[in-house]
């Protein structure tokens, strides 16, 4: 069984920093999805990453795919406490049924 | 309004208890989705739909049951409930087969007693 793993598991950091987080596979991923949600709420994609080496930004994320499909990192530039949250990434199975979900990076952005 | 709706969205109940918690979409989606999530296990899959005849377990389906009523429809039933059953409920919907997108409704939190 495939496992998706996430870290680190919780980050606490000032407003302004910058971090990243990761999530690794020990298997090539067919495609790679990144959610944030927020305390009391479903998850909401991010964005979705297939190809290797792909780079994709969303105004202060920067997402990352690994050249060998195996991990992914996410990147936050000047966190704000808005940035607060669970960071999931899931793998999309090579059988397009289902998706599988990392343990999720927890994330605290104090004013 | 929201596309993913759930209800209820809080319900405490007693072991043994039948329980029932509802799914309904108006995005038009095919695939349908009941998630558990607990501290640090992330979300686990529980069972998926791709219509009103095709049901499908996942990875901890047992102690749960689940009916299509339509398409934009989809409840989970606990049949008889237990503790380790109190977790963070989601439904999700998906309508790209190719990247199977998950788009979540707001959660149920259940507490079993």
């Known amino acids: 069984t495939q496992l998706l793993e996430q870290s680190p598991q919780f980050l606490s950091i000032q407003e302004g920093e910058n971090l990243t987080v990761y999530c690794n596979s020990s298997s090539v991923f067919s495609s790679l999805q990144w959610y944030r949600q927020e305390p009391g709420e479903g998850p909401v994609l991010l964005v979705t990453?297939?190809?290797?080496?792909e780079v994709k930004k969303l105004k202060r994320l920067t997402f990352q795919f690994g050249d060998a499909r195996k991990d992914s990192s996410l990147h936050i530039t000047a966190a704000q406490p808005g940035d607060t949250g669970l960071y999931l990434c899931a793998e999309m199975k090579t059988s397009y049924d289902k998706v599988i979900f990392g343990p999720g990076t927890s994330l605290s952005v104090i004013p | 309004d929201a596309d993913v709706t759930q209800t209820p969205r809080n319900r405490i109940t007693k072991t043994g208890k039948r329980i029932m918690l509802e799914c309904s979409q108006t995005?038009?989606?095919?695939?349908m989705y009941w998630y558990r999530q607990d501290p640090g296990l992330g979300l686990r899959l529980i069972y998926y739909s791709f219509d009103v005849k095709d049901i499908n377990k996942g990875e901890i389906s047992d102690g749960y049951s689940v009916s299509r009523q339509a398409q934009a429809k989809f409840s989970l039933s606990l049949e008889s409930a237990i503790p380790n059953q109190t977790a963070l409920y989601f439904c999700?919907?998906?309508?790209?087969?190719?990247?199977?997108?998950?788009?979540f409704g707001p959660g149920t939190r259940l507490t079993v007693l």
């Open positions: 995005k038009g989606h095919d695939r």
């Open positions: 990453v297939v190809t290797g080496g």
């Open positions: 999700a919907t998906s309508g790209i087969p190719a990247y199977n997108e998950q788009f």
